[in-house]
């Protein structure tokens, strides 16, 4: 059965880095994209950061394109974004997800995407 795993979450002060990472199981991992997600209490679920299968092509909100980097080692289903110059605003539960549908472009709304993990929290202070 599919399982996406995420973990690096934790409470880091503002313009510090975290780095998650969403370890996948049952499925072919390299032939899908798949993307990073966040919500927090009250709000939508949020676009974070896709990438394609390959890796080769990404994309970012524009609240955090220049700070976070998404990545993806398919030789280890695993998926990665790293967090710079993390500010108060990032604080939420960050979910891992991949997207079934075989698209060039990876979707940026969660009902793209068919497979989540659990979450981690990711805590800001200032």
């Known amino acids: 059965q599919v399982q996406l795993v995420e973990s690096g979450g934790g409470l880091v002060q503002a313009g510090g880095s975290l780095r998650l990472s969403c370890v996948a199981s049952?499925?072919?991992?390299?032939?899908?994209?798949m993307g990073w997600f966040r919500q927090t209490p009250g709000k939508e679920r949020e676009f974070v950061a896709a990438?394609?299968?390959?890796?080769?092509?990404?994309l970012y909100a524009d609240s955090v394109k220049g700070r976070f980097t998404i990545s993806r080692d398919n030789t280890k289903n695993t998926m990665s974004l790293q967090m710079n110059s993390l500010n108060p605003e990032d604080t939420a539960v960050y979910y891992c997800?991949?997207?079934?549908?075989?698209?060039?472009?990876?979707?940026?709304?969660?009902?793209?995407?068919?497979?989540w993990g659990q979450g981690t929290q990711v805590t800001v202070s200032s």
């Open positions: 997800a991949v997207m079934m549908k075989r698209t060039v472009v990876p979707g940026r709304q969660s009902y793209e995407y068919d497979y």
């Open positions: 049952g499925l072919t991992f390299s032939m899908y994209n």
């Open positions: 990438i394609t299968w390959r890796g080769g092509g990404t």
